[in-house]
């Protein structure tokens, strides 16, 4: 049975700045505060203060955003026009504005950048960690803030770690009913980054927090699988594209594209119906022009197609009901007997 779990806070790390030996800064402040590093012990270290010491920063939030976008995963726009993406980042994990944050930034002018090596950085202060607190078995984990899909609110989770088995994997051990695990694999250095944040929090000024308890976990040796590791990537990940954005890409307008921004990004906000039916009709006719002939007139309950050759006609009402599938409404096409020969109704359904 496990023994307890204690986290630490590690108080009174001055503000730092580009150049700082972030090493010695956390030695001086875990000692001054009275606290011995021993065998098994956790030292979690919020990404900020890290790129405040690598010097991190940009000047223009957007053009960070982008540099260190990999992918574009979803993408809204909030009030006042501007637009969030949600993407993966450089750093490895999917989050939202690839992590470039300015909060908490101090006195430095700008935005503040992820490292594109977490475990990297783990690792370099692991070896310093070790040889000044003269402690073999120890582990850094580099802690950030994200939200999850279909939860509120956000938590902190391992953007890099090392000297740790960052994952438990569970599959063939039996449950306490002696049944057989098959998928149950535990975030281990998620979750010592999430229970170190309890006394770190956002706004308290505490970086650094020392988590003991976790020492099967700890090996103290640098070829353990990082942060980067966790992340789900390839046929693992179901959720490669949003809702929304999926919808968009299968017609042709990909998420993050200039041409997603010229017929309009979803919004979080409410938004009239006759926006969102004009915007995902220009999402079904972005990348197909119109045959000759054919016509499309917008209205509110319903999108009429005329002219052209009749499958042309249906190629284009096809395209129109999934792009307003990704809008929020379902479609029907009015059957024949209610329409022209030479138009097809798109009605425009709630969902």
């Known amino acids: ?50 790129s405040k010491s690598l010097g ?18 979803a993408e809204r726009s909030i009030d006042g026009g501007r637009v969030t993406r949600v993407v993966e980042s450089a750093a490895g994990p999917v989050m939202a504005a690839a992590g470039v944050d300015a909060s908490n930034t101090g006195a430095l002018d700008g935005v503040l950048l992820l490292p594109e090596d977490p475990d990297g950085v783990c690792a370099s202060l692991l070896g310093r960690l070790q040889a000044a607190f003269e402690v073999q078995r120890l582990a850094v984990v580099l802690s950030d803030t ?37 998928v149950t694999t535990r975030a281990v250095a998620d979750e010592v980054a999430a229970a170190a944040d309890l006394v770190k929090g956002k706004a308290a ?28 990537t390839g046929p693992e990940d179901w959720f490669v594209t949003g809702a929304a954005e999926a919808v968009r890409a299968a017609l042709g307008v990909a998420p993050g594209s200039e041409l997603a921004e010229h017929v309009g990004i979803p919004s979080i906000s409410d938004e009239p119906v006759a926006a969102r039916v004009r915007r995902g009709v220009a999402v079904a006719l972005a990348a197909r022009e119109l045959d000759d ?54 009605l425009v359904l709630a969902r």
């Open 1 to 50: 049975m496990p023994e307890g779990l204690s986290v630490l806070p590690v108080p009174g790390l001055p503000e730092v700045v580009p150049g700082d030996d972030l090493a010695a800064l956390i030695v001086s402040r875990v000692t001054a505060a009275g606290l011995d590093v021993v065998d098994g012990d956790v030292l979690v270290v919020s990404s900020k203060v890290a």
């Open 205 to 232: 000024g505490v970086p650094v927090a020392l988590v003991r308890g976790v020492a099967e976990f700890v090996t103290g040796s640098f070829g353990e699988d990082g942060g980067r590791s966790l992340v789900r």
């Open 293 to 346: 002939g054919v016509g499309v007139d917008v209205g509110t309950d319903a999108v009429v197609v005329t002219g052209g050759d009749p499958v042309d006609r249906g190629i284009v009402a096809a395209r129109i009901g999934v792009a307003l599938w990704g809008e929020g409404f379902a479609s029907s096409i009015e059957p024949a007997a209610q329409r022209g020969s030479d138009s097809v109704r798109v």
């Open 146 to 182: 994200s939200g999850r899909p279909w939860r509120m609110g956000q938590v902190d989770f391992a953007l890099g770690a090392a000297g740790l088995c960052v994952v438990d994997d569970l599959r063939g051990v039996s449950d306490a009913d002696g049944r057989t695990l098959s």
């Open 56 to 73: 991190l920063v940009a000047a223009d939030r957007e053009t960070a955003v982008r540099a260190a976008t990999r992918r574009v995963v």
